[in-house]
């Protein structure tokens, strides 16, 4: 074995010289001496203790004057690990010789010594090595001369078009990357085949396969006449018609005669018959009226979220934020439930606030539009309808986060379909925009998702 130094000494005494590093593809010639440029130095980062590689001192003395993010790009774009900015200095400073001894160079630990290459052919062996292989392939030339001749020719013209489709299939197969997988990666991969399914298209559908392939179509196809034919009065059963009622009509006591008509006819009974009578002791049952549910916002319970019951009211209503530990302070009880009332145009709309602490029914549920999240996600746990999935929930109410500026977001928050507002610890002029922001939120989802609700100015 040769004489060895290291690598460090190397590039500090070329640098210190101005003698020029010759690039070898991975390696680095200096003068007699080759150094690999992933070779650890000496020198080790001043945060991760990590030794620097010859290639990336190297890259960051040769490009000491360019600017710093010039400097990243270019390491980057040669994927070269760059020199950390506070260790720059030292280094720079240990390589110039301005100082010599570095903090950031470890002289306990052993380096990897650079090896010093053959020397280089003289002029004359230079130029004596072409004449020489000139000579070996003379020589093999006359031995191949030597040989039996016709030894191509002696081919047939079938054996002589099945080498040239194997050449050309060659040039044609896609070249071979050398990816090789190690075994657990081999193993993963061939249980992701495994789980593979075929998915055909509707040629291969259309196709069929068998005398049987269209058996689960037509199944779906005879279902409705199955359920026609089960629908079917049985024979000599007359269905029921409303019109045609045998024998006479039981009326409840009340004066009306069932064979009227309101139409003119000769057969109608005069239209001076009396009116009926009311039996005042029965009062006739008023026809129903569609009952309208007020449109319900949830919030939560627990005292950590920025709006629960006590101060939900001002804030849908004036735009104004108090903070729930004030509320409270004054002594002012939980209320069971909050009305809204909002001004619309000339109208007042009514909106229920409710917390969930007490069962709904399925009325309720139906009527909820909106909820303010906390960022728990128990805090769907009673939300019945969807059992208590965050998603669902969301997907099909619209959801809100209040927090301050100056707060991190919660991790369940970021990744729910939720509208942020934010308002200041201190300025309060700053709180109706959340307040603006919410309404108009809120009337773009219900006109999409509940237009009963919609409210005309």
């Not at 009926?276 to 916002?297: E, F, G, L, N």
């Not at 999409?448 to 005309?456: D, G, L, N, T």
């Amino acid at each position: 074995p040769g004489a060895k130094m290291d690598p460090l000494a190397l590039l500090r005494d070329f640098t210190v010289r101005g003698q020029a590093i010759e690039e070898q593809g991975d390696a680095l010639l200096f003068g007699e001496w080759r150094a690999q440029k992933a070779w650890p130095t000496l020198c080790r980062s001043g945060n991760t203790k990590e030794p620097y590689t010859v290639g990336s001192l190297w890259f960051f003395v040769t490009r000491r004057d360019l600017a710093a993010g010039a400097y990243i790009v270019q390491a980057r774009r040669a994927n070269v690990a760059t020199v950390h900015l506070e260790d720059r200095k030292d280094i720079l400073d240990y390589m110039q010789g301005k100082s010599n001894e570095c903090r950031l160079v470890d002289k306990s630990a052993v380096a990897t010594l650079a090896e010093k290459v053959a020397a280089p052919k003289r002029p004359a062996e230079a130029a004596a090595a072409p004449a020489a292989k000139e000579a070996r392939s003379d020589e093999g030339a006359e031995q191949d001369q030597n040989k039996e001749p016709g030894s191509l020719l002696a081919l047939s013209q079938e054996k002589i078009a099945e080498l040239q489709n194997k050449r050309r299939a060659a040039k044609l197969a896609p070249k071979d990357e050398g990816l090789e997988l190690a075994p657990a990666q081999a193993g993963a991969v061939e249980s992701i085949i495994a789980r593979e399914r075929l998915y055909e298209n509707r040629n291969s559908v259309l196709r069929g396969r068998g005398q049987r392939a269209l058996d689960s179509v037509l199944s779906l196809v005879s279902k409705p006449q199955q359920k026609e034919q089960h629908a079917a009065p049985e024979p000599g059963k007359v269905p029921y018609d409303r019109f045609a009622q045998p024998g006479k009509i039981d009326v409840g006591g009340f004066n009306i005669e069932t064979g009227g008509s309101f139409l003119p006819s000769a057969s109608a009974p005069s239209a001076t018959r009396s009116a009926p009578q009311a039996d005042p002791k029965k009062s006739p049952a008023m026809p129903q009226r569609r009952v309208r549910h007020t449109p319900i916002i949830m919030v939560a319970a627990h005292g950590k979220a920025l709006l629960t019951l006590y101060n939900i009211k001002v804030f849908l209503e004036e735009g104004k934020f108090e903070p729930v530990e004030a509320v409270m302070a004054r002594g002012q009880p939980k209320p069971l439930e909050v009305i809204i009332e909002r001004k619309v145009g000339q109208r007042t709309v009514l909106y229920k606030v409710l917390d969930g602490t007490h069962p709904m029914t399925e009325d309720q549920w139906r009527s909820v539009i909106a909820v303010f999240v906390a960022g728990p996600a128990w805090q769907f746990k009673d939300f019945t309808p969807w059992r208590g999935n965050p998603v669902d929930v969301l997907a099909n109410i619209r959801g809100f986060h209040l927090k301050y500026t100056d707060d991190k977001i919660d991790t369940n928050v970021s990744a729910w379909d939720v509208c942020l507002l934010q308002i200041d610890r201190s300025q309060r002029f700053k709180d109706y925009t959340a307040h603006h922001k919410f309404w108009e939120t809120l009337d773009i989802f219900v006109a999409k998702k509940f237009p009963s609700y919609v409210v005309q100015a």
